[in-house]
């Protein structure tokens, strides 16, 4: 069975489950990844001759599974399977398995340990087999759960991670993607925690290239290196030690130097000049000036700018205050300026990393033509995120943005623009961005002379111009120049009419069909590429194709944001889409079914028995199959669910008209057949007590008529269900993809689309009645209204002999 990349993710979270409340996330993360680490180089390399990770004999998963249970589980992980694969593949600092502190001790560590095994014994977490051939399920996994550790692990111990969201964006900008590069091509993170930052720049280079970090930290370093392995890097050289103290990477006495370098190094690290002599630096670092004491965000760059080739390229994530702190700080801001290093400034949102909530922006540095640059690109990017669970996070749309509008130099009126170094030294190398980037909205200002003699001023509407562009004559549909004054405006319609108007424009209504037909384009080349796939595609291959033809069909188109339209299908693809690929990839066109089991434990943990739920098919929900194939079976069953609800519903009113004290069920303990059949029998023959009766039957016979109905929905569903189950193994590889691909993938991402144009009328329609609201009643006439209101209430008190003066 193929596993969905969300129950892999979920699967492997799971096993956090056996660890968390013993220990802090920053520490459990480290006993998961290493049982992921040793279950994926297990299957994919043991027994293999020349593999580059080696599986000692005796120390693979499978020597492993062996120790659940024994009293020396913890002891015996650590000698015979962790030290001799950390000694074959230099893995460092590998966690201690036999901590009674952080694991337990006694029957308490072999139980945790063995149901942390046994968790990654799943048959469906056999990554030999579940693995796309080219597609980084496992690296997606390893992200997956490094996120989740950086948000568990607090404030201080989350700065392991760089969001992949913010790696993605420095991987495209630093020009790695659009290089001739090859495996002598070299990219360095000084500082790279966990590798995630190192291995995006990797995966956007178009061939393999060399990769090399270091990381202080010991237990970090360890992950890096095997998340190099995990993400198919086995040859990444990590080192372990301090970077500013004590850099690794030597050549011939000097520092190496690389074609690209990127770092989201400690935010003002103040601790960076220890070990660091910055007076005689035998690396020649600090010749553009010696940063302070106590923050080292220029000594990291500096660092960068010295390991970068006469024409390589970096990026580095730094906190806001490199821009306009003074003093030091100021002298080395204004002497790289001047060399022209900086090719361009990021603006990111607040609260995106783990270790801090403060904004921070990508510092763009290009060594090539330096000499001849002119000015920095600068981006405010600082609105564009979503927000999730504390943090905020960038989208796939301002991931987009981001990479296209710094790529292509593009000026965007609040967004981005080139400032010339003229510029720049006229604000004293001040690089706030703020100081050349508003992209503060506009404010909504109140007109007071439409407030106090009616209309609507003209340069509210005239705002409104990318509509007016493309429906020139519904502007004169809506609106006349006002008779007082050329500068107002009088709305022709009433409010009620605003949208009917609109919606059935002909400008308006061209505009909507033409932006059907560019969906139904792509729609169509879009379809016939997703029914040509064969298993052992590459997913993120396919989506990456769809999501730019689509990004490349809106593209400047008036009114719509081509990267909204983009969202909607790559929200939809991490939904849903991308499970249903990957099953694809992995098995081809194929409507499998998998039974639904839950499981009963014991309070030991054990199962006692294994329940059957039904049976579902993940490509092909039931509802599609039933759409097309049974539509006559549920519109049957829908007709009696009607029915039932009706009856429900008289039940209700009969409870509410006769349920209170002095109600016919008043008498009732509850209202159920027993008790209403015990008290029809008390009340029988009474004369008095007729309408009682027949309020009771009443009620006696829309029971049974209830209790049948839901008898019969019951049986059409129950035969509804084994008519799917004969159906589903008779589906043709064409029906499975008209399922699929039209009526599920492309009816929704049709629906999410569409949903983009609904905003774009809907922003119309809502400004202009708010407009004509706002300057509806000129004063005149509400003082008029005061008056009348005034004299109502005066004669309504003069009636009931108040007197008001």
């Not at 690109?377 to 509008?405: Q, S, T």
Request: glycine share 6%; hydrophobic share 40%.
């Amino acid at each position: 069975m193929t596993i969905k990349k969300s129950e892999l993710y979920s699967s492997l979270w799971a096993s956090c489950d056996e660890l968390r409340g013993g220990m802090d996330a920053s520490q459990y993360k480290d006993y998961v990844l290493v049982m992921l680490f040793i279950k994926y180089v297990s299957d994919k390399y043991a027994g293999q001759p020349f593999a580059p990770v080696i599986i000692p004999e005796g120390a693979s998963f499978k020597d492993m599974v062996a120790l659940k249970g024994k009293a020396s589980i913890g002891d015996d992980i650590n000698k015979k399977i962790i030290a001799p694969l950390a000694e074959k593949n230099k893995l460092a600092s590998m966690p201690d398995f036999n901590d009674p502190e952080k694991l337990g001790s006694g029957k308490d560590m072999v139980e945790r340990l063995s149901n942390l095994i046994a968790i990654f014994e799943n048959k469906a977490l056999d990554f030999s087999k579940n693995r796309a051939d080219g597609d980084d399920i496992l690296g997606d996994a390893y992200e997956y759960l490094m996120r989740h550790f950086a948000t568990e692990s607090g404030k201080s111990k989350g700065q392991f991670y760089t969001p992949s969201e913010v790696s993605h964006v420095m991987s495209r900008i630093i020009g790695i993607g659009e290089a001739n590069t090859s495996g002598d091509t070299t990219v360095y993170d000084p500082t790279c925690g966990s590798g995630s930052l190192l291995l995006k720049v990797a995966d956007a280079a178009k061939t393999p290239v060399s990769l090399y970090g270091q990381e202080k930290d010991a237990a970090t370093s360890a992950l890096a290196r095997m998340n190099m392995i995990l993400h198919n890097n086995p040859t990444a050289v990590i080192e372990r030690e301090n970077t500013l103290s004590t850099p690794k990477f030597m050549n011939e006495g000097s520092l190496k130097i690389f074609d690209f370098v990127v770092a989201n190094p400690p935010f003002s690290d103040k601790r960076w000049s220890t070990g660091v002599n910055t007076e005689q630096d035998p690396h020649q670092r600090f010749i553009y000036g010696v940063p302070p004491d106590k923050n080292g965000d220029y000594a990291y760059l500096l660092h960068i700018i010295r390991s970068l080739k006469n024409r390589g390229k970096g990026a580095c994530i730094l906190p806001h205050g490199v821009l306009f702190r003074g003093n030091a700080e100021a002298v080395i801001r204004e002497n790289i300026v001047r060399k022209g290093l900086i090719k361009g400034i990021i603006g990111l949102p607040a609260n995106l990393f783990y270790g801090t909530g403060i904004p921070a922006c990508i510092i763009v540095i290009d060594k090539e033509n330096a000499e001849h640059r002119k000015g920095i690109f600068m981006i405010d990017a600082g609105k564009g995120f979503v927000k999730d669970g504390n943090k905020n996070r960038l989208r796939e749309r301002d991931i987009h943005k981001i990479v296209d509008v710094f790529n292509k130099q593009m000026d965007i009126d609040g967004y981005s623009r080139m400032v010339a170094f003229n510029e720049i030294e006229k604000n004293e190398f001040n690089l706030n961005i703020p100081r050349y980037i508003d992209s503060s909205e506009a404010e909504d200002l109140q007109d007071i002379a439409a407030h106090l003699l009616g209309d609507i001023p003209k340069a509210d509407i005239e705002a409104l111009h990318s509509y007016w562009a493309v429906c020139p004559a519904l502007k004169s549909a809506l609106f006349a120049p006002a008779k007082r004054c050329a500068d107002y405006l009088s709305l022709q319609v009433a409010k009620d009419e605003i949208k009917t108007r609109i919606y059935q424009h002909p400008e308006f209504t061209s505009y909507m069909n033409n932006m059907r037909q560019v969906f139904q384009l792509w729609e169509q080349r879009s379809t016939a590429d997703l029914k040509a796939l064969q298993a052992g595609y590459h997913p993120k291959e396919i989506i990456r194709t769809l999501s730019e033809a689509l990004l490349t069909a809106y593209a400047d188109k008036a009114l719509i944001d081509q990267y909204a339209v983009y969202q909607h299908l790559m929200s939809y693809w991490f939904e849903v889409m991308q499970d249903d690929a990957y099953l694809i990839a992995a098995d081809g066109w194929q409507a499998t079914i998998d039974r639904i089991l839950e499981e009963k434990k014991n309070k030991d943990g054990n199962v006692t028995k294994t329940i059957d739920k039904g049976w579902a098919c993940d490509l092909i929900p039931k509802s599609l199959v039933i759409k097309h194939y049974f539509s006559e079976q549920q519109q049957a069953i829908d007709a009696l669910n009607a029915e039932l609800e009706t009856v429900q519903s008289q039940k209700t009113e009969l409870e509410e008209e006769h349920g209170g004290e002095e109600g016919f069920f008043a008498e009732l303990d509850r209202i159920n057949k027993g008790s209403i059949t015990a008290r029809l029998k008390e009340i029988k023959g009474d004369a008095e007590a007729k309408p009682e009766q027949e309020i009771l039957k009443q009620y006696l016979h829309l029971l049974d008529s209830e209790a049948d109905n839901k008898k019969a929905v019951k049986v059409m569903e129950n035969q509804l269900d084994v008519d799917l189950l004969d159906f589903y193994p008779t589906l043709t590889e064409e029906q499975i993809k008209q399922l699929v691909v039209d009526d599920k993938w492309m009816a929704r991402i049709d629906q999410d689309v569409h949903s983009e144009m609904d905003r774009i009328s809907q922003h119309l329609t809502q400004r202009i009645k708010a407009l004509a609201e706002r300057y509806e009643i000129p004063l005149s006439q509400q003082t008029e209204k005061v008056a009348e209101l005034e004299q109502t209430v005066t004669a309504h008190l003069e009636k009931m002999g108040f007197v008001w003066h």
